[in-house]
């Protein structure tokens, strides 16, 4: 059985300990696993978080030329973590898009790791976080290249709005690369609401709540901008939207 994390193991930094030892070691144990044949192509769509710890391992292994899509949205009021490991074969695609978002004092993470082993596999994850009162979002991102994986295209993209004093974001982007014909990037980006863009839609007439709403809609729908399945987008922004309305007046 797999021994219960601290905040010195590099992945479990920016964690809930005190939640995670509630689920208990056993549930470390828990991975669900998606293999992917050559050619392939599986999408999954996840709203996940709830009144009580959660834990979710994700391993998924892509054979030649598949292609793995995963769109997750945490919500939620206690911790809750989706965590990633992918393993991409010849010519296999890896598209991640994230969305923490909420209030109190949860911690809400991403935690991936994908590996390029062998030639010209790509990967793109995008995450975003929304968070208020004294909440954390997380993501902790790692990309590996072996000296198989040549011209790899690998990218990373992580931003965060803070909307209140108190809310906290983490970001841990790490690349590995032993190939010397690759492309990787990453970037992240930490910040407040655009309040030029708030003033310029008050003054056409638009109230400060839909305003708001509006913005932050915009911010969040760049991490499901892949996915093109409609309806499932739409079913994933409106679950990060619910929380932020149920938030009402307590966000200025």
């Known amino acids: 059985m797999t021994d219960l994390p601290t905040t010195r193991d590099e992945a479990w930094r920016y964690s ?14 828990q991975w669900k696993e998606i293999t992917l044949a050559a050619g392939e ?8 978080g709830g009144d009580a710890p959660e834990l979710h391992r994700i391993r998924i292994k892509a054979g030649e030329g598949a292609r ?8 939620g009021n206690d911790y809750a973590r989706v ?9 296999a695609h890896f598209e991640f898009g994230g969305v923490t978002i909420g209030g109190g004092d949860a911690v809400r993470e991403f935690v991936t790791r994908t590996t390029h082993d062998l030639p010209e596999a790509t990967s793109n994850q995008v995450v ?5 009162g004294e909440a954390t979002g997380n993501f902790l991102g790692a990309i590996n290249v ?18 209140e004093k108190g809310a906290i974001a983490n970001a841990k982007p790490e690349l590995e690369i032993f190939a010397d014909d690759v492309k990787c990037a990453h970037g992240a980006a930490i910040g407040q609401m655009d309040e030029m863009a708030r003033y310029y839609m008050a003054s056409r007439g638009i109230s400060p709540d839909l305003a708001k709403k509006l913005l932050v809609r915009a911010f969040i729908a760049d991490a499901l ?4 399945d409609e309806g499932e987008a739409e079913r994933l922004l409106e679950a990060a939207l619910d929380v932020l309305d149920d938030a009402g007046d307590r966000i200025a």
């Open 83 to 91: 965590e990633v490991e992918t393993e991409l074969a010849e010519g």
């Open 225 to 228: 901008a892949a996915l093109e």
């Open 16 to 29: 809930d300990i005190a939640a995670v030892e509630k689920l208990g070691a056993a549930a470390l144990d």
């Open 41 to 48: 192509t599986k999408r999954h769509c996840m709203i996940v």
């Open 128 to 132: 975003r976080a929304v968070h208020w």
């Open 68 to 75: 793995a899509e995963l769109f997750v949205v945490i919500v």
């Open 146 to 163: 072996g000296r198989g994986g040549q011209r790899t295209d690998a990218a990373q993209d992580f931003k965060a709005l803070v909307l």
